[in-house]
């Protein structure tokens, strides 16, 4: 009987693929070839970090109508993410007052307010789950810092989403080695920054319009 090599069929059936985000960000994985989904772990590429170390059970491929991979997109899927979390919070409060009303047997209810600050009872229930809901409602809405997006990973400069000049001035007059940047290294960054900030949003659109396109075809062919 022929010897079958089944890791190089299954490496014949897979191929790296770099996949954007709903926010532009760029992730790498091994994907399918036949239905592109993930099959590796997915991992942040283009010298980016992730301050939130999404687990990759969050990162899903978004779909088209007939259930089939959208080709180079990938998704962080908050709404599983804050499920889980909000269940996990719940369970966190339940032991807090559990511990409170042990730990403390004559309170006011402003007292029973803070215990979930209280060092005390915070060492009895186990730290809080992180991140918190706040914190993902946050990165959801599109908080650059949280979604790694501040810091550009080539200059090491702060983008300047909404801010202004003077503000951009003085986030970025040092290096990342506190070396002080002359004035027209600073004003350098600025255009670079602002005509990346306006490529984003250029790009944004036309994937918006592609994507469209891909699902119009797809309604053609059913």
């Known amino acids: 009987?022929?010897?079958?090599?089944?890791?190089?069929?299954?490496?014949?059936?897979?191929?790296?693929?770099?996949?954007?985000?709903?926010?532009?960000?760029w992730w790498g994985a091994q994907i399918e070839k036949s239905t592109g989904d993930p099959c590796?772990?997915?991992?942040p590429v283009g010298g980016w970090n992730d301050p939130?170390?999404?687990p990759n059970i969050y990162l899903r491929p978004p779909k088209?109508?007939?259930?089939?991979?959208i080709s180079g997109r990938i998704e962080v899927d908050f709404d599983r993410w804050m499920d889980s979390i909000r269940g996990s919070e719940d369970d966190?409060?339940?032991?807090?007052?559990?511990?409170?009303?042990?730990?403390?047997?004559?309170t006011t209810v402003e007292e029973r307010r803070l215990w979930a600050e209280d060092p005390?009872?915070?060492?009895?229930?186990?730290?809080?789950?992180?991140?918190?809901?706040?914190?993902?409602?946050q990165a959801k809405n599109g908080d650059r810092g949280l979604l790694g997006m501040r810091i550009d990973p080539?200059?090491?400069?702060?983008?300047?989403?909404?801010?202004?000049?003077?503000?951009?001035?003085?986030?970025?007059r040092r290096d990342e080695f506190g070396k002080t940047r002359t004035m027209v290294e600073?004003?350098?960054?600025?255009?670079?920054?602002?005509?990346?900030?306006?490529?984003?949003?250029i790009g944004d659109e036309v994937t918006e319009e592609v994507t469209e396109t891909e699902e119009a075809k797809v309604g053609a062919s059913d």
């Open 52 to 54: 939130l170390n999404t």
């Open 92 to 106: 966190w409060n339940q032991s807090i007052q559990v511990a409170g009303k042990e730990t403390y047997k004559i």
């Open 154 to 172: 080539e200059t090491k400069s702060v983008i300047p989403a909404d801010m202004t000049y003077k503000e951009f001035m003085v986030e970025n």
């Open 40 to 43: 590796s772990e997915v991992s």
């Open 64 to 69: 088209h109508d007939d259930g089939t991979s």
């Open 1 to 25: 009987m022929p010897f079958f090599n089944y890791t190089a069929d299954q490496m014949n059936q897979r191929r790296y693929a770099r996949l954007q985000d709903q926010f532009g960000r």
């Open 186 to 201: 600073i004003g350098n960054l600025w255009e670079r920054q602002k005509r990346l900030l306006a490529e984003d949003e």
């Open 120 to 137: 005390v009872l915070k060492a009895i229930a186990g730290p809080r789950p992180l991140p918190t809901l706040e914190t993902l409602t």
